[in-house]
């Protein structure tokens, strides 16, 4: 199975801080890599999908960005409402994986 | 509006059988593969098993193959987890989803959750 290595797993920012979040594969998965937002009590969100696609009704300040092995989920300017955590997950193949995750928190 | 909607969940002793639910409305059901993914208490997320929309294919992880069968009711617009010999490493909230496009895809529509709890 591919496994997907988030890092870091947990990380303290300030509104308005540039976030950088990455996922690394076990193997290349070309661009089949998507990343989640969830909230606590909350159903994970779909922020972005094949790599670089903001889902509609995501801001833009949500970006993503890699390929093959290494990927990057990139929040511009930290909003309030941004606090949560994160996960990747690849649909290159069966079993699909998720990233451990990465619950970012105010400093 | 594109909604799931889980139910099904509950307290079961461990090497107990449950049953999961998903009903799904506004969007045609039988065009889409769905999948259940599970979160045990402050965990991260699993995938657990995948159906093509017309039950085409099935797959399963690992840690389920064997006691978990996944199934659907197009006409109902329903999907199903029948869950046999439980244990209490699955105990998780256990979430239906949509995938979004050619399976394997991503998830872009998740219902709420329904919790499972395994415990004598």
């Known amino acids: 199975a591919i496994q997907l290595t988030q890092s870091p797993s947990s990380l303290s920012a300030s509104v308005g801080d540039r976030v950088t979040i990455t996922c690394r594969a076990s193997q290349d998965i070309s661009s089949a890599l998507s990343w989640y937002q969830q909230k606590p009590g909350k159903a994970p969100k779909l922020l972005i999908f094949?790599?670089?696609g903001l889902e509609t009704g995501v801001p833009s300040r949500f970006s993503g960005s890699g390929s093959g092995t290494d990927f990057t989920l990139t929040i511009s300017s930290l909003q309030p409402e941004d606090f949560a955590s994160y996960y990747c997950q690849q649909f290159d193949n069966y079993p699909l994986t998720f990233g451990g995750g990465t619950k970012v928190e105010i400093k | 509006e594109v909604q799931l909607v889980e139910s099904g969940g509950g307290l079961v002793k461990p090497g107990g059988s449950l049953r999961l639910s998903c009903a799904a409305s506004?969007?045609?059901?039988?065009?889409?593969?769905m999948t259940w993914v599970r979160q045990a208490p402050g965990k991260g997320l699993e995938w657990v098993s995948s159906?093509?929309?017309?039950?085409?294919?099935?797959y399963y992880a690992d840690s389920v193959k064997g006691r978990f069968t996944i199934s659907r009711d197009n006409a109902k617009n329903s999907l199903f987890l029948e869950m046999n010999s439980l244990r209490g490493e699955d105990t998780a909230v256990y979430y239906c989803?949509?995938?979004?496009?050619?399976?394997?895809?991503?998830?872009?529509?998740w219902g709420q959750g329904t919790l499972v709890t395994v415990s004598s």
């Open positions: 094949d790599v670089s």
């Open positions: 506004g969007f045609t059901f039988s065009s889409y593969s």
């Open positions: 159906i093509g929309s017309s039950s085409g294919y099935i």
């Open positions: 989803a949509r995938e979004s496009g050619s399976s394997p895809d991503d998830f872009d529509c």
